[in-house]
Each structure stands twice: as structure tokens, then as C-alpha cells.
């Protein structure tokens, strides 16, 4: 018979191998859709309780800074020359060409159910450009900077205001723009934000290197 403490090996030896079995893996589809607060790949809640995909009323949150000083708020990467004083990055020839091709690839999912089309965006493309800029730069991939600057937060650190809600895809790795709204459609979070009724504009962002994108939308 088993020693007591050849018993109690045993047990946390099994429990080690369950417990590898089943620990959850990263998510291989390098994409990420959330509003103010959720985790990567799932779907929060809207304002009402119901299911928003994303949707994010616009009420400060805490950690929301004030209204921009321009050129000296957020990370140095959205200043072009990666230097605060200088102008925000805006998108090459290519980029923008890429960008209206991701609004019109998300116009003609929404459009072919019954959804209206939504409206180009300019304060939401500044923020969705500054965070892929933000994220090449520095290397990671969230929807919170290290600091903690939630979309939302982005939003009014560079100046958009007027909006009721907001939420945020973002990608990397997908080559080009069909490319990314496939698999923004084919993920469950993604898509809820592509085909949300509340959503009214939108802003789409690019930097090429990885290359890395993102959707910024809002209600109007």
C-alpha cells in the first residue's frame, strides 16, 4: 500500500496534468475587440445590460485625462519623429487608401443586413491611427496602453468629443484590408462591433510594419 506521502505526490501530480490539459491557450487570430474594460476576444456589455459588443457609454472614466495640450498628451509614438512638440501621425498614401478600403468592407457587411452604413469618422481615425502607431512602437498589443489609456481614454486625450459611445478592433499580422475585416467577421467580439445597430461612425487606423490596424467606432 501507498505511503501517505507517496499518496499525496500522486495527487498533486494528477492535478498538475489536469490542469495543463485544460489551461486555456492564447488566442492564434491576433485580434481583439473591446470597449472600455474587456479582455481580449470577448464581447462586453452595452450600457442597457444587453449584450454591446463592444459598446461603451462615454462617461470619464477614472482614469480619463484631461483635454489635450496639443502635441504633449499620450505616448511620444503618435507624434511624428516619435517626438512630443511635433504634428500627430497621419496616414501615407497607402495607409489611407487601405483605411476607406476597411470602411467600405465594414459598410457593405453592415449594408448586406439591413444596417446603415457608417459615416466616416475623423476623431475617431486620429485615435484609431495614434494606438496602431502606439502599438508598432512600442511593441504590444491591447486595448490599454502600459499606462492603462483605454479607447475611450484616447478619445478625449485627442480631442474628440460630441460622441455617446464607443468601441474598438483591433488586428495585426492580416496583410491587407480584406484580409482583416475576414477575420474580424469570423471572430464572435469583432463582429458584434461591425454589425452593432448603436454604432453610427467610424474611424479605421493603419501603420504598416507589423502591419497593424484598428477599428475606433462611435454613436453620434
Known amino acids: 500500500m501507498p505511503t501517505d506521502a507517496l499518496r499525496r505526490w500522486l495527487c498533486a501530480f494528477l ?7 485544460n489551461r486555456p491557450e492564447k488566442d492564434p487570430t491576433r485580434h481583439s475587440a473591446a470597449g472600455a474594460t474587456a479582455p481580449t476576444g470577448t464581447v462586453v456589455t452595452g450600457p442597457t445590460g444587453s449584450p454591446g459588443g463592444g459598446l461603451q457609454s462615454a462617461s470619464p472614466g477614472p482614469s480619463a485625462p484631461a483635454a489635450p495640450s496639443t502635441g504633449q498628451v499620450g505616448s511620444r509614438f503618435w507624434y511624428q519623429g516619435d517626438a512630443f512638440g511635433n504634428p500627430l501621425k497621419t496616414h501615407d498614401v497607402r495607409e489611407a487608401a487601405w483605411a476607406q478600403q476597411v470602411l467600405a468592407l465594414t459598410n457593405q457587411e453592415r449594408v448586406a443586413r439591413g444596417l446603415r452604413p457608417l459615416q466616416y469618422d475623423l476623431e475617431a481615425e486620429r485615435a484609431a491611427k495614434a494606438h496602431c502607431e502606439d502599438m508598432e512602437g512600442r511593441g504590444f498589443f491591447d486595448h490599454f496602453t502600459p499606462e492603462g489609456w483605454s479607447p475611450y481614454d484616447r478619445l478625449v ?16 499580422g492580416q496583410a491587407t484590408p480584406a484580409e482583416v ?4 467577421m469570423n471572430s464572435p467580439g469583432h463582429r458584434a462591433n461591425i454589425l452593432h445597430p448603436a454604432f453610427t461612425h467610424l474611424g479605421v487606423g493603419v ?5 497593424t490596424w484598428a477599428q475606433v467606432f462611435t454613436r453620434r
Not at 15 to 21: D, F, I, T
Not at 181 to 184: I, Q, S
Request: with cysteine; charged share 10%; aromatic share 12%.
Open 157 to 172: 486625450m485627442l480631442g474628440a468629443s460630441g460622441f455617446t459611445a464607443s468601441g474598438e478592433n483591433i488586428a495585426f
Open 181 to 184: 475585416v475576414t477575420a474580424w
Open 15 to 21: 492535478l498538475l496534468a489536469l490542469w495543463g490539459c
Open 207 to 211: 501603420a504598416r510594419g507589423r502591419p
